[in-house]
């Protein structure tokens, strides 16, 4: 397991479409977050998980927004009916327990381009 | 107020200068601090942590003022390769989730 894996690296979409991105954590690490970073922005938080349980979720998370990770292992981020507004690169961490930021470990993300 | 904030940049800097960044914090209580860096369209990775008094590493500074609440960056005899934007960042939520700053841009040049 070399780090946190994300994919699709890239995704064009249409507005009004459904898109789903997959995160892959680091095996041992059981919290994932979800972040969105816009152009000129630093990452802001989304979601997180403690195993399988979402304990936080962000009001930048929409209605057509929901992340899920159902074993506890890989999660899924799905937006739905995409506006012009979502594009954004979609990054993933894993961190293996709270307080542990130097374990804190970003994917490479996922870069939405909503046309 | 912005939980976090930092002077965006870009600042442009000849090769081997000394550059400082600053960044501001709203919530007095944090305990813990980060520079990351973030080469462009990659992910964020942690460059440094800042505890209490700061630290250092090689050409890297790192120092934390509470009074003020600010903790600054410096790095020594820039290279070419440290261009990159460098983000402020701070626990949040319970130490839960990670807070940055808009990140401050360097660009080194010969």
């Known amino acids: 397991d070399t780090g946190v894996s994300q994919d699709p690296r890239h995704k064009i979409t249409k507005r009004g479409q459904n898109v789903t991105f997959r995160c892959d954590p680091i095996s041992e690490h059981n919290r994932l977050y979800w972040y969105r970073q816009t152009l000129g922005q630093g990452p802001e938080f989304l979601t997180y998980f403690q195993n399988e349980a979402q304990l936080e979720k962000s009001r930048l998370l929409s209605d057509r927004f929901s992340a899920e990770r159902p074993k506890g292992s890989f999660s899924t981020l799905e937006i739905q009916r995409t506006e012009q507004g979502d594009s954004a690169m979609y990054l993933c961490?894993?961190?293996?327990?709270?307080?542990?930021?130097?374990?804190?470990?970003f994917g490479s993300g996922t870069r939405l381009t909503v046309v | 107020r912005k939980e976090v904030e930092q002077d965006p940049g870009p600042f442009n800097v000849p090769e081997g200068a000394t550059v400082a960044f600053n960044c501001t914090y709203s919530n007095s209580a944090s305990q813990s601090f980060f520079w990351y860096r973030q080469d462009c369209r990659k992910e964020p990775k942690l460059l440094m942590s800042?505890?209490?008094s700061g630290n250092e590493d090689g050409r890297f500074t790192a120092q934390l003022n509470r009074a003020s609440q600010y903790i600054s960056l410096l790095i020594r005899d820039s290279k070419l390769s440290d261009s990159a934007t460098y983000l402020c960042v701070v626990p949040t939520g319970g130490g839960n989730k990670l807070t940055f700053g808009t990140g401050t841009q360097l660009k080194v040049e010969l």
């Open positions: 800042v505890y209490s």
């Open positions: 961490a894993s961190s293996p327990e709270q307080g542990d930021f130097r374990g804190y470990t």
